[in-house]
């Protein structure tokens, strides 16, 4: 069974993830600067695929099938990272549905729908990251420490704290 956990679920139809992964316990969610209102994004969609533990490289390689690169993790452990960069651009993180991943990146995008001010900011160092970096290594690396800022304040916010 498939859940999509967005408003803009059909985004993951377009990319043709939910067709591929049918059959298969997964979760999928828009996720990234296309899919908060009013952030400035590059053309590329990014999707997060939920799945129980063990199965993340079965649905990584039913995506890779559907013209997607897969890179492994990427640096990033418990995550099967895909991109595509024809027909509709989009970059595909396949992790466990309960992991701290699929919850982190929910968790960051839900509060900068609902925090203009969170936006802005995140906004601003991406533009200033685009500008300095040479690579997009180098482009998160310039951006990590807002937005691990954001995720404290998303944390907080969640737990019933005052987000900043």
């Not at 059909?10 to 043709?16: E, F, L």
């Not at 027909?87 to 549905?97: E, I, S």
């Not at 701290?100 to 991406?126: C, E, G, M, Q, S």
Request: with cysteine; charged share 20%; aromatic share 6%.
């Amino acid at each position: 069974m498939i859940g999509v956990a967005s408003a803009s679920a059909s985004i993951a139809w377009w990319c043709g993830i939910s067709a591929a992964l049918r059959g298969l316990p997964v979760e999928v969610a828009h996720i990234g600067s296309t899919a908060v209102p009013g952030l400035e994004a590059k053309p590329v969609i990014d999707v997060q695929v939920g799945c129980p533990t063990g199965r993340t490289e079965v649905a990584a390689a039913r995506i890779q099938r559907l013209g997607f690169e897969w890179l492994g993790e990427a640096g990033v452990p418990g995550r099967q990272y895909l991109r595509r960069r024809s027909g509709l651009p989009a970059n595909v993180r396949v992790v466990g549905r309960q992991g701290r991943l699929w919850a982190d990146n929910l968790l960051f995008r839900d509060y900068l729908i609902t925090h203009p001010d969170a936006v802005a900011r995140y906004a601003a160092a991406k533009r200033e990251a685009a500008r300095r970096a040479p690579t997009l290594l180098a482009y998160s690396d310039l951006k990590a420490q807002v937005v691990a800022e954001i995720m404290r304040a998303a944390r907080g916010a969640a737990a019933g704290g005052r987000a900043s």
